[in-house]
Structures are given as structure tokens and as C-alpha cells.
């Protein structure tokens, strides 16, 4: 498949047909193992000498054509399906990071990511140095010689602006630490390969699947960053590995292209910790793949109409959207969503706590839950939910004001969308 168009890749690159029974769609392998044709091919295959399916926790077929179409539509040459966001999130790291090491962070994480960095890696010994990412050179400050990571995300809510890819990126590459993007909120529209950073992760959860039926995550390895020019900063990929008679990951897995990280990654920490994605879940987000590109150009156009009705209204004073920014943030939304800024919204209500509470249960077409990049419109009051343990100061450092609502804009027709809002802004003024 030579095509560069996400639309075309979505729908063909990694699958042709079952070679058994020329089926088109992708069948579900639901099995947990493959026969050997023989003694050879089975010492082969564990040997990496050949790459083939051994037992679903490492691989399945199913999965495979998943993640072969995702590295495609990303420009990367191998990705790695996992259970979920979290488990993505967490090997992404840990396939680099050792105990003693760490990591530096962008602020504007996801929950998860943050508890994940903040409590459990440091249980770990692994310690997240978290940076302002408005300031690209907070990540050169708290760089040290044990750093190997660089992470952030696309798209950050509550704040919804847009990281600054290229200019981490470049400097992470002069130190010989990757830049790690967790693209959740802006597949298609952000294809952080494209500005230098080396790893992408998904929570498939969301828009990759976009159907709300299945939680998983995948990393994907952009094959652009050169392990072996940084010994020393990359021990992990660059000294012998114990748990694979020694081998060497960079210079291992050479003949087999420039997939040292994302082939360690499954033969090392998921053999070992086991956060495989079920064939029958990437069966699921293989269907969501095929209109991902449709769906997020749809998200775009709903939610940016919904930014803009919603400045119009006098019972939102502020509304956070990437074309509704003003200074360095308008600027980081036009460099890195030109062609979209996705579909979530985000708004400030008059009324604070209260009148938020009353937003939300006034709304009729819109699901109230903590999820997003759900087909479906979806919103949720952070203040009295998702952030709710966090004291007034810490909520407004991470952006969620006592007003603040957040929106996942979803496919439904514009009109039903503007008519629910608007009902239910009516209700929340009383
Ligand atoms: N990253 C982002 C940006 C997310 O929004 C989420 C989930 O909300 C995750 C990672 C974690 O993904 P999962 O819920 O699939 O584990």
C-alpha cells in the first residue's frame, strides 16, 4: 500500500485478504496459540531470527493488521497493541526508564497519566520532573544525565493547547531522549512524526475506536530516532539484555528494520506483564479505524460550531477551544491543527458549582461521563466530578475553574447539538 492519505491507509494498509479463505474483512483470530511447522520453525521464531505468532499474549494476526494500519496512517514503521491508554502510557515509559532514572513531563496530562507518573513509576524508582509546556526549555533545565524520557500530549484538556512538538522534539534530540506523544485527542489531525517526536501512544478508547465499546491503547514507534548514537543516555536499548540471552536490542533487531524500541517493548514487557489488547477488541477498533478520518473532520466541524455559539451566549464567560485562543496559544493551534482542532470544548458557566451541576442534569441529548471521543456528544462537570478531590488552588491550577464544563462534541446533526446546549444553559440560569 504506497498511499500517503490517512483515508486510503485506513482502509487497506496491513490487510489484503485471509490467505485461508480470501475473506476481505479482517477475521478474529481467537486463539491463544499457533502451531510450529517444526522444531526449527518454532526455535526460529523464539530466537527472532523470523518474525511470526507465537501465543496471543505477544501476538495475534488480528491485532497485527491493527497495528500495521495505525503505524501507517501515523508515518511510523511498527506499533505494539496494548490493553488500554494506561498500560500504553506506562510501557512507553518503562521500556526506557529503570529504576534511578527519569522522566520529564509536560503538566497537562490526563488524570490517569498523572497519578500514573506521580505515584506509581516513583514507587518504582522512576521519578516524572513535571514542566511548563508553554515553556520548551523547562525540558532542557530538568534534563539530567539519568533522563531518558520526554512526554506530553497533543491536545491537553482542560486547557486544549496544543503542545509544541517540534521545538521539545529537537531539543530532546540533541540530548538522545525521545520525545513520547500520547495523541488521544488529535488522531489525523496531529501527526506528531511529522515534528520530530519518536513515539506516538493512543488510548484507543477514544477516537480510534470512536463507537465506546472497548478500552485499549497502542504505541507506535516512529522508527526516526537513532538508539544506537546514544549509548549511554539509552542503556535499556544499548546493554546486553539478561531476560534475552544478552541481546543488544539496537543492534539485535537491526536486520529486522529500525524497530529496536517497539520490538523490545513486545518481546520484553508484555511477554512480561502481559496487558495484551483481545483480537476481538482489535477487531473493534479495526471498524473504528476505517472512518476515523471522516469522523474526526465531523468532530471538528460540530465542536468548533459549538465554540462559537457558545461565545455568543451571556451565560458562558469564557470559552477554551483551540481557534478560540488568543497569543502563543492561538499560534501553537494554527503550526500544529491547521486542519482541524478535534472535538472537545471546553466552557466557563455563570454561576460557578452550582450552575454547572444544573448544566449538566438539564441535558437531554448529551451522556454525562467521564469519557471522551465517543461518536456520541458527551460532557461532564470536572469540578464536581473528575476533579473533585483536588482542592480549590490545585483545580485551578490544572485549568478546571468551579464554572468549567467540559464537551466531547460528537457526530449528531449540529442543530440537535446547539438546541441541547442551548435548553440546557437556559435551565442552569434558572
Ligand atoms: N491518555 C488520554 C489523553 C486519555 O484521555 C486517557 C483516558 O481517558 C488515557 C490516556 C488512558 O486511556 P485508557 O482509559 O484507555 O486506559
Redesign the pocket.
Known sequence: MTSKHPETLALHAGWRRDSATNAVAVPIYQTTSFQFDSAEHAANLFGLKELGNIYTRIMNPTTDVLEKRIAAMEGGVAALGL???????AFAVLNLARAGDNIVSSTD?????WNLFANTLKDQGIEARFVDPTDPEAFARATDDRTRVYYA?TL??PKLIAFPIAEVAAIGRKFGIPLVM?N??APILVRPFDHGAAVV??????YIGGHGTS???IVVDGGNFDWEAHPLRQPALNTPDPSYHGAVWSQAVKPLGPIAYILKMRVTLLRDLGACMSPFNAFLFIQGVETLALRMREHSRNARAVADFLAARKEVTRVIHPAHHTGAAAERSAKYLPHGQGGLVGFEIVGGTEAGRRFINALQLFYHV????DSRSLAIHPGSTTHSQLTEAEQLATGVTPGYVRLSVGLEHIDDILADLSQALAAAAG
Open positions: 490493553a488500554s491508554g494506561q498500560s500504553a502510557s496530562l490526563y488524570g490517569g497519566t500530549e491537553p484538556n500520547d488521544t485527542a501512544m493512543y488510548s484507543t478508547t477514544k478500552i485499549g491503547g467521564a469519557n471522551i471521543g
